[in-house]
Nanobody
Framework: VQLQACGGGLVQPGGSLRLSCAAS????????MGWYRQAPGKQREFVAD???????NYADSVKGRFTIASGNAKNTVYLQMNSLKPEDTAVYYC??????????????WGQGTQVTVSS
């Protein structure tokens, strides 16, 4: 099972980026998928997640600016990030609670994608 994350980059303050995360491999479906981030010198923190039933959670720091949604492609989620601030700069990691081929629920992490907000 792999979680493939992409979409990071360099953007000016106030700009937008969209991250995507796709789960692939011997999986049945996901239970919850979401994003965490880690800024230099700080601990990894929760950003947002979405369950397979559409329940969504956001960190207070991103509410009203970020939107998480499931994609049309199976086991894919997107994170639309608007009104980006320099403090959003971090490596963003995709995280997923996935039901693998034997019905077991397992947690996986994707590789990080760098988001830099700077003028």
């Amino acid at each position: 099972v792999q979680l493939q994350a992409c979409g990071g980059g360099l953007v000016q303050p106030g700009g937008s980026l969209r991250l995507s995360c796709a789960a692939s491999g011997s999986i049945l479906t996901y239970n919850v998928m979401g994003w965490y981030r880690q800024a230099p010198g700080k601990q990894r923190e929760f950003v947002a997640d979405i369950t397979s039933r559409g329940v969504i959670n956001y960190a207070d720091s991103v509410k009203g600016r970020f939107t998480i949604a499931s994609g049309n492609a199976k086991n894919t989620v997107y994170l639309q990030m608007n009104s980006l601030k320099p403090e959003d700069t971090a490596v963003y990691y995709c995280n997923g609670g996935v039901y693998i081929y034997d019905g077991t629920l397992r947690t996986f992490w994707g590789q990080g994608t760098q988001v830099t907000v700077s003028s």
